[in-house]
């Protein structure tokens, strides 16, 4: 089965190229201000039309209101919402109605107290992106390089398609599947040659590590 990759936190034009070259399943673009990838929403639909068709257009927020849901959704030309933040199991479901959008909810995990989530959510959202809860008084929820236990999940299912995140890199993309029998991707900082700057070879080495 084809590993799908999902490239997350794109801001450039060729950082799109990249990902396209590299046969991203995926590409993400962040809305959070805190995030060194965040994006505004012309950017993001700029980006967004540079997009072949079968690749997934994500659009990832924190916590976002509906205003925002609304602007965003509203310019972009979008596949996919991924919810990164606190939101309740109602709250994606909400958000799935109102925008008839497939959602991805991300879940946090740590230690085994963080798996149930995942089978909660699992009710309500199209897919899961299973990814390293952040540290104590971290600023992201996500896109900070580090990885989790990855024997918590080994060999689990959940009730829909899930993506597997939280510092992958080329050098661990097949450990990582291996261990978790993983067949979805997702890397952001990973593939960087500075923080919030996306580097084509990384996500070139990436892809060629996901396919080996």
Same mark, same amino acid.
């Given at each position: 089965?084809?590993?799908?990759?999902?490239?997350?936190?794109?801001?450039?034009?060729?950082?799109?190229?990249?990902?396209?070259?590299?046969?991203?399943?995926?590409?993400?673009?962040?809305?959070? /201000?805190?995030?060194?990838?965040?994006?505004?929403?012309? $950017?993001?639909?700029?980006?967004?039309?540079?997009? *072949?068709?079968?690749?997934?257009?994500?659009?990832?927020?924190?916590?976002?209101?509906?205003?925002?849901?609304?602007?965003?959704?509203?310019?972009? /030309?979008?596949?996919?919402?991924?919810?990164?933040?606190?939101?309740?199991?109602?709250?994606?479901?909400?958000?799935?109605?109102?925008? &008839?959008?497939?959602?991805?909810?991300?879940?946090?995990?740590?230690?085994?107290?963080?798996? *149930?989530?995942?089978?909660?959510? &699992?009710?309500?959202? +199209?897919?899961?992106?299973?990814?390293?809860?952040? *540290?104590?008084?971290?600023?992201? /929820?996500?896109?900070?390089?580090? *990885?989790?236990?990855?024997?918590?999940?080994? &060999?689990?299912?959940?009730?829909?398609?899930?993506?597997?995140?939280?510092?992958? $890199?080329?050098?661990?993309?097949?450990?990582?599947?291996?261990?978790?029998?993983?067949?979805?991707? +997702?890397?952001?900082?990973?593939?960087?040659?500075?923080?919030?700057?996306?580097?084509?070879?990384?996500?070139?080495?990436?892809?060629?590590?996901?396919?080996?």
């Amino acid at each position: 089965m084809t590993i799908r990759v999902k490239y997350c936190g794109l801001s450039r034009p060729e950082d799109v190229a990249a990902a396209v070259a590299a046969g991203a399943g995926y590409v993400g673009f962040v809305f959070f /201000p805190k995030s060194p990838r965040c994006i505004d929403v012309q $950017t993001a639909r700029a980006l967004a039309l540079e997009v *072949p068709v079968g690749i997934a257009k994500v659009a990832l927020t924190v916590d976002a209101d509906d205003a925002l849901l609304d602007e965003i959704t509203g310019a972009v /030309p979008l596949d996919m919402l991924q919810l990164h933040g606190s939101e309740s199991p109602e709250r994606v479901s909400e958000v799935r109605a109102r925008y &008839g959008l497939p959602v991805m909810k991300a879940v946090g995990i740590s230690g085994p107290e963080d798996l *149930p989530a995942l089978e909660t959510y &699992g009710k309500v959202a +199209d897919q899961l992106l299973v990814d390293a809860k952040p *540290p104590q008084g971290a600023d992201l /929820p996500g896109g900070n390089g580090l *990885p989790f236990d990855w024997r918590l999940i080994a &060999g689990r299912r959940w009730p829909v398609p899930w993506m597997l995140a939280g510092g992958l $890199t080329a050098e661990n993309a097949a450990e990582a599947l291996r261990r978790t029998g993983a067949r979805q991707l +997702d890397v952001s900082s990973g593939v960087e040659s500075a923080r919030g700057v996306k580097d084509a070879a990384l996500i070139r080495a990436f892809g060629a590590a996901a396919r080996a």
